[in-house]
């Protein structure tokens, strides 16, 4: 007979085994999972809503070389977790690209959430960096700074110092630590 313990030991194992074959899966993936038309519909819908909830979001937008938008990631964890979404590259109004957005986690975590970003990238570094990088993640090649709303508020053109700044919005679930720290964004075909 076995004891709980045990039982719990290797359910849990089986959950964190999931959950890197997800995230795995999910890396080898190239292909968008929606239409090019519906991810540019959301991600201009998640625009709109982040411009709408955070002013200095569109102040900023007006200085941005190009605008990377993920309008729902997906995070869930139990020990070991992961985060997958998709999102469009805008330059200007023009669609530039899509991309995907993947992250995983280990740790003391339980739950699921959901939340979009937005990342402005600043100067030409950024941009040739998105383009040309087989997958930039987040904390290594240009400069990101992650904003909150009094930082945001504090933003001038004198004080616009770093290669991207990213915005997290519409956050949703029961998850703590949110952050795109180690996310990996990678190109995806339409």
Known sequence: MHSVKSI???RDLALASAAVLAIGACQV??????SPQQLDQSARAALSLL??????????????????VFPSIIKAGLVF????????????????????SVSASWGWQAGAQSYGYVVFLMNDKAVHYVHSSHGWE???????????????????????????????FDQKGL???????GTKISRIKP
């Open 29 to 34: 993936v190239a292909y968008a999972d929606e």
């Open 138 to 168: 987040v904390g290594v090649g240009p400069t990101i700074a992650v904003m909150n709303k009094g930082a945001a508020a504090n933003l001038s053109s004198t004080t616009l110092r770093k290669d991207a700044y990213a915005f997290i």
């Open 51 to 68: 411009y709408k909830s955070d002013p200095a979001a569109k102040d900023l937008s007006k200085s941005a070389k190009e605008i990377l």
């Open 8 to 10: 719990h030991r290797r």
């Open 81 to 100: 977790g992961g985060a997958y979404g998709e999102g469009v590259l805008y330059k200007g109004d023009v669609v530039d690209g899509y991309y995907n």
């Open 175 to 181: 998850m703590a630590s949110l952050s795109i720290e």
